[in-house]
């Protein structure tokens, strides 16, 4: 259901890029979602009718235009046309290290590409990946390491599932 989504396009007549700017209304083709931190970013994929969510890959830290750079190779090679980027809220408002870093990369992002980039609620989403390993049964052993790409997968999936509940409206 269409619900009076728009395209706004600008022109910066300094550079005389036209970027696309809030493009969310595209229902169709991958999502790529990203749960940057300082050391890792967690690299999740949606399959192109946007139902189930993948993880993908976990960068390592470089730079901010390396590391997007890397997202933006993923991103041509899965033929993405929505970024999501996880952002952790926090609960009193305040700005946190991790809020800003994660705005830094959506306006890198924004910067180099024309696909959309989104901020997301990221908040627990390491949490749930716990919980999700202890609920699946996997072993206390088996349960450390790298939970970025497994992370990025819990955003994307909180971003599908909205936007299931939202057309069902």
Known sequence: KNTGRFVVLWVSYTTMN???????NDDTGRVLAIDPGAKRIGIAISDPSRSVAFPLAVLTHKSLLEDCQGILDLCQTNQV???????ALSEDGVENPAMRHAQKV?????????????????????RQVKLDSLAAG????????????????????????????????
Do not use: C, M
């Open 106 to 126: 959506a306006d890198k992002l924004r910067e180099l590409t024309i696909i959309p980039v989104l901020l997301w609620d990221e908040s627990g989403s390491t």
């Open 18 to 24: 036209v970027k696309l700017k809030d493009a969310q």
């Open 81 to 87: 046309t929505l970024i999501l980027v996880g952002i």
């Open 138 to 169: 996997v072993k206390r052993k088996d349960r450390h390491g790298h939970l970025d790409k497994n992370a990025a997968a819990v955003i994307l999936r909180s971003y599908l599932e909205r936007d299931v509940h939202e057309d069902t409206n």
